[in-house]
């Protein structure tokens, strides 16, 4: 299998500086806790994460509905954040936006906690995919239809560790 580059590194790392920047002028200053997708959201988080110069808590989540590149259509949750989120602004990171029903779910859920704010961060968006309507107030690059892997996505758990998005040629 081959993996073709779709999105190089610096391409990443200069489009998370301009989220970040977007970002802190929104909240100005105010704190918010970052629920993090495990495990996919994990490397876009960190870099994010850097180069925000707000109060800053970082909190995790992970639920899954993916095996290999099909969704069971089903969601199952693994793990619950721990902070309480009761009257914070909550910005979930999430690595892509595929039909939108993971994170409709993570919304509906987040959102019965109470928060101040609830928005979404998303490196990818394969917006042509969605099945739940959902607008991520933050979106890193629009993607085609691809099964992308890298930069934190998994095919079957690999790959996770390239540093760039890129796409599987079988
Ligand atoms: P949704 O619930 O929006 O359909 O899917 C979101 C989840 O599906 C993502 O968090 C990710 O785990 C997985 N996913 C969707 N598209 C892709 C893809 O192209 N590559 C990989 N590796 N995972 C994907």
Redesign the pocket.
Known sequence: MTVNTLIDEKAIQKRIKELALKIEQDYSNEEIVLII?LK??VFFATELAKSLSLPTIIDFIKV???SG?Q?TGE?SFNLDISENISGKNVLII????????????LKEYLGKKNPKSLKICTL?D?KE?R??ELLPEYVGFEIPD????GYG???DEK?RNLPFIGYIEQ
């Open positions: 997708t996919g959201a899954s509905s993916y590149t969704s969601i999430e690595d892509i936006v595929d039909t939108g029903r993971t994170l409709t779910y990818l394969k995919r099945e739940f691809k099964f992308v892997v996505l998994d095919y790959y």
